[in-house]
């Protein structure tokens, strides 16, 4: 057997939400430990501070028993039966060489990863429908993207059953055949123009202003807390007011790596991908929806309006969510719902996207509304 290390798959919204249960449980037991309170009333305050804290840092202890659920793996294994990308978040495939006709590797700078197609024996729906591509009277090949990774087309060529054959073809990185497959396997066509939106990069700054914010106005406390600045005041009070804000720039500043993670909505002409290398990704085809639209929710402000914007995807069959597991997290009323935040400029973008590049009938345009202050 043969295992190509993908990288690493995180649960990482679980990992930052156990770092900042443990920061909040340590920081209420030290306010409660070491704040000079004054009076019964106050004291027992205190303790509850310690007592609610440490509940905290055991119910979080408890969780990151289990950190090997949270922190795994991703590998590409092959071996005498097949291959398979053991995934546990997105949706990975599993599939047998007695299911083949023909492999093949395409390894284009263009695309953002090596791609998998694979030339079924016959028609399948567990995986992407690659559309128009393959030898008249073939079934339908399907397609799998994976990480890019040197080692992946000499594994497949060193992997493959002995009796299979190696084809020489202009556009493929590694082409093989089950024996007795003579059909000439037509080059890959060029990957699709994609139009790659970012949809992290205003809510990152949102959260650091946020996080940076709530840090000064917790440090300024502090300060006035043990006389650094100003003369008067209650220790006690300045502490108590102080110490959340400095947990919200702490749990900012350990959380980093969730706040300004990358998040794209990719379109093409083939499909609707939601990209999130940390956490769950998904790929669609046009073919596999009946609908895709878009909501912008705004509430207007003299100073600075505030939005929220949903894409939804509305399924064209009642299988697709047997095909699109990974998609269950996004599940709302029948349909498929990317909650995006405050990001309307990139919403319009999407819109203009998905105008262009899907079918006709499928693009169901941009809803504008008036929220309240709630985002409702």
């Known amino acids: 057997m043969t295992r190509i290390r993908l990288g690493w798959e995180t649960q990482l919204d679980q990992l930052t939400l156990a770092i900042d249960l443990a920061l909040l449980g340590v920081g209420l037991i030290l306010t409660g430990a070491l704040v000079q309170w004054h009076g019964w009333l106050a004291h027992t305050f205190g303790i509850l501070l310690i007592v609610v804290g440490a509940i905290l840092c055991l119910v979080d202890g408890l969780r990151l028993l289990g950190w090997r ?36 590797v395409i390894d284009d700078p263009a695309r953002p990863g090596l791609l998998l197609v694979f030339f079924p024996q016959q028609r399948r729906h567990d995986l992407h429908l690659y559309v128009g591509f393959g030898p008249p009277g073939w079934p339908q090949p399907l397609a799998a993207p994976i990480p890019r990774r040197t080692g992946v087309v000499e594994a497949i060529l060193n992997g493959k059953p002995g009796d299979w054959e190696q084809r020489d073809s202009d556009g493929w990185a590694a082409l093989i055949a089950a024996p007795g497959e003579r059909v000439e396997i037509p080059a890959p066509p060029a990957a699709p123009e994609q139009q790659r939106i970012d949809v992290a990069t205003e809510i990152a ?28 005041g209650s220790r006690t009070a300045f502490l108590v007011v102080g110490t959340p804000f400095v947990l919200m720039g ?9 706040v300004v993670r990358r998040r794209w909505v ?36 003299a100073t600075l309006s505030r939005h929220s914007v949903h894409v939804y995807l509305t399924p064209a069959d009642p299988d697709f969510a047997e095909r699109h597991p990974e998609m269950q997290l996004f599940a709302k009323d029948g349909r498929y ?36 202050l709630g985002i409702s």
């Not at 700054?205 to 008067?232: D, K, N, R």
């Open 69 to 104: 659920s949270l922190l795994w793996p991703r590998s590409l294994r092959l071996d005498e039966k097949g291959l398979c990308d053991d995934t546990k978040k997105g949706r990975g495939f599993r599939i047998d060489w007695t299911d083949l006709k023909s492999l093949g």
């Open 337 to 372: 719902a990317l909650e995006l935040g405050d990001v309307a400029g990139p919403a319009r973008s999407i819109a203009a996207a998905c105008q262009k590049a899907a079918p006709s009938g499928i693009w169901q345009g941009i809803a504008e509304r008036t929220g309240t």
């Open 250 to 258: 702490f749990a900012t500043l350990l959380s980093i790596q969730v």
């Open 266 to 301: 990719v379109i093409d002409q083939e499909s609707f991908t939601w990209a999130d290398p940390t956490e769950t990704s998904f790929t669609v085809s046009w073919q596999e929806l009946a609908g895709v639209s878009l909501e912008l929710v705004t509430v207007p402000s």
């Open 205 to 232: 700054w949102q959260a650091l202003a946020g996080g940076a914010l709530a840090a000064f106005f917790g440090v300024v406390a502090y300060l006035a807390a043990f006389g650094v600045i100003g003369g008067t």
